[in-house]
């Protein structure tokens, strides 16, 4: 049974303060198209700027996530995505006038309980998922991050954190589905480290941070010209004090492994980038903002593989990305000129890996060294640059209205001949992509041996 999309039936909006900015601001949540995505706009800004939530436009990581079109950017969105993809909402228009959304309580419990009460509606638009097929990891040693996501059939997330504090230790949890969210996550409320404050403070951070709106762990040992300081830094006339438990104020849990939860909802956030929901399960070590956003650039390259299968291929072959039938519908040349017989790997306006099996009834072998049979090196070439070709054109949203021209060859070099019954793998990859110009590197194998090599500079142009 197909699902369908899902928008907001009305409007409803949130006044508050921003985290770091300090501004106070009005966020206003309203209906979308049925395949608009979820789209942010500066309405305080002269002209309107739409903003897309997707992985395209994130500019800044460093302290929660921040997109931008231009000089136009909208901070700290990442609690308001974990609210929308928790309820399951693919399609919503945002309007914020100012540079950041609220902080809200730190949690993503306001904005979720917002946009159910305000109610949801179905789309005639079928909403598709990216498909985790087989095991994808992302490891970042120097943060001490790693993150699996294996098959699932649902969105499932189970994370560990470890830090070496008494108030956090090691805590873990799962989230089963997203079913699990609103009760169990949304209202996990965002947390810091003491000297993190001080310091985000100090650079011109946090203006509108408060402990209303964040967990605040600090030593049971701290220094008391350190509360001091913090005291003076936000003003506060009340009394701050380290609670046996490690929080400022003994600040009462929501769960008791709360910690560990906000760093689900921060994921579910942050995945919300991918602009498509997802089937797997996310196992994830200590992962942040920085690395989630870096496993999400992963996601939408296996995203962009799977759509291009469904537009190509009729059934889904485990070892071939495009078989010739797809190759047929992507580039223009026919036999005897077509010299790629299947794509095996692809990430898009990354890297391609193409095969070509080489027999004695290529027409070349006719009149090209008839007695000692040889591939022609030029068409060595071109079957390198046809595999480049495939993977430029497929970085367009309408790929059919262009075709790759080849501006210039270079330091082409010719290692061994190539004989009927060998098999050819060219594997190329993108060096520089400006203004409609791509550098390549290709290299032509036959087995584990190079046979030719050189590099490709190619115009895309319209037909």
Not at 151 to 177: E, H, I, N, R
Not at 188 to 208: D, N, S, V, Y
Not at 279 to 288: D, P, T
């Amino acid at each position: 049974m197909k699902e369908l999309k899902k928008t907001i039936k009305g409007t409803v909006s949130y006044k508050g303060i921003g985290l770091h900015s300090g501004q106070v601001s009005t966020i206003k949540f309203k209906p979308a198209g049925k395949d608009e995505g979820i789209v942010f706009i500066r309405t305080d800004l002269e002209s309107k700027p739409e903003i897309p939530a997707d992985i395209d436009h994130v500019i800044d990581i460093s302290r929660g996530t921040t997109i931008g079109v231009g000089k136009a950017t909208v901070a700290t969105i990442e609690h308001v995505l974990a609210a929308i993809k928790g309820l399951n909402i693919d399609n919503i228009r945002i309007e914020v006038n100012g540079p950041e959304v609220p902080v809200a309580d730190g949690s993503a419990i306001i904005y979720l309980e917002l946009l159910k009460k305000v109610g949801m509606v179905e789309q005639d638009s079928e909403r598709e998922y990216l498909e985790i097929e087989k095991p994808l990891s992302f490891s970042a040693p120097a943060d001490n991050v790693d993150i699996v996501i294996v098959p699932s059939d649902d969105l499932k997330v189970t994370f560990m954190v470890d830090y070496q504090q008494k108030a956090l230790g090691t805590q873990y949890t799962t989230m089963q589905s997203l079913e699990d969210f609103e009760e169990d996550f949304a209202s996990a409320r965002t947390f810091c480290f003491l000297h993190e404050i001080i310091m985000l403070k100090e650079a011109g951070l946090i203006k509108g941070g408060s402990l209303e709106n964040a967990l605040v762990v600090a030593n049971p040992d701290t220094p008391p010209e350190e509360i001091k300081k913090l005291r003076e830094m936000f003003q506060y006339h009340d009394e701050i004090y380290v609670g046996s438990d490690g929080l400022l104020n003994h600040t009462p849990l929501r769960f008791y492994n709360e910690f560990v939860r906000h760093k689900v909802v921060d994921l579910i956030g942050d995945v919300a980038l991918l602009g498509v929901p997802i089937k797997g399960h996310f196992l994830a070590a200590r992962s942040g903002h920085k690395t989630n956003v870096e496993l999400v650039k992963k996601l939408r390259k296996l995203h962009k593989k799977q759509e291009l299968q469904k537009i190509y291929q009729k059934k889904k072959l485990s070892e071939v990305v495009f078989d010739i039938n797809a190759i047929h519908k992507i580039l223009p040349h026919r036999y005897p000129f077509l010299l790629v017989d299947k794509i095996i790997e692809f990430d898009a306006g990354e890297r391609i890996v193409g095969l070509k099996n080489v027999t004695i009834n290529e027409p070349f072998f006719n009149g090209h060294f008839p007695g000692h049979p040889v591939m022609p090196g030029v068409l060595i070439i071109e079957a390198m640059a046809q595999t480049g070709g495939i993977m430029l054109l497929n970085a367009l949203d309408d790929p059919y209205k262009h075709v790759a021209y080849f501006a210039s060859i270079n330091n082409v070099k010719f290692r061994q001949p190539v004989n009927p019954g060998d098999t050819l793998r060219f594997e190329l990859k993108v060096l520089s992509m400006k203004r409609g110009l791509a550098k390549m590197h290709g290299d032509a194998y036959v087995g584990s041996n190079i046979v030719c090599e050189g590099d490709f500079l190619a115009k895309v142009v319209k037909k």
